[in-house]
């Protein structure tokens, strides 16, 4: 079974902060997903990665930036966090063979007060 | 640009067979995906679709897909309190690994 880990299921931060969201996959996954998920707004695309140092602006970058140094793990950072950052952070991973399921972790809800 | 759209609730009795329903605007996409949500968790993957299938079953779980109105739907049989969620349909559009989210179709289930 594909896992991905998220490294906090909650996790409370002051504004302007910064914040690390952390991401790990243990199948050797090409591709990783960084979404944000707020009532009636649905899933959005915040960065996405197809590779080691590689990334790619989702729908929604403004605020957020990403680190993917190893395989495994892909990191965002709210460079200084803002209370409309406020949110659930969902992060996956899929194969790279083009058009695979991607397979998600259980979030980390983060509050910016 | 691509849109994919779902009703917002669902309503069903224990045991009675529920049918969630999603429209999808891209002619060109290529798998179309359910996932469930439970409260507090991540999204789960229940189950895809190739788009040149017209239907997919898998246990209690019947997905039946209309390219020519490009409406997909996910029937649950005999549904049970557990199956009480958010449902999402999603589809991936030729060429990409991204996925276009539906908003989510809560599913209550009571006694």
């Known amino acids: 079974d594909v896992k991905v880990t998220q490294s906090s299921r909650y996790l409370v931060k002051r504004t302007g902060e910064k914040v690390f969201l952390e991401c790990v996959q243990d199948m050797d996954h090409e591709n990783m997903f960084w979404y944000r998920q707020d009532p009636g707004l649905g899933l959005r695309l915040i960065y996405f990665s197809y590779d080691v140092k590689m990334k790619e602006k989702g729908d929604i970058p403004e605020g957020y930036s990403v680190s993917r140094e190893k395989k495994e793990r892909f990191s965002l950072i709210l460079e200084s966090a803002s209370t409309n950052q406020t949110s659930m952070y969902l992060c996956a991973s899929s194969r790279g063979a083009g058009n695979q399921p991607q397979h998600f972790g259980d979030g980390t809800r983060l509050s910016i007060l | 640009g691509e849109d994919v759209e779902q009703s917002l609730f669902l309503s069903v009795r224990e045991g009675d067979s529920s049918v969630i329903n999603c429209t999808y605007t891209?002619?060109?996409?290529?798998?179309l995906y359910w996932y469930k949500q439970e409260p507090g968790a991540g999204l789960q993957l229940l189950t895809y679709?190739?788009?040149?299938?017209d239907m997919k079953q898998d246990q209690r779980l019947t997905v039946l897909l209309n390219k020519k109105d490009k409406h997909l739907s996910l029937r649950i049989a005999d549904t049970q309190t557990g199956d009480s969620a958010i449902y999402f349909c999603?589809?991936?559009?030729?060429?990409?690994?991204?996925?276009?989210f539906g908003t989510g179709t809560r599913l209550q289930v009571f006694p």
């Open positions: 891209d002619s060109s996409s290529t798998y």
């Open positions: 679709i190739f788009s040149n299938m």
């Open positions: 999603a589809e991936t559009l030729l060429s990409t690994d991204k996925l276009i």
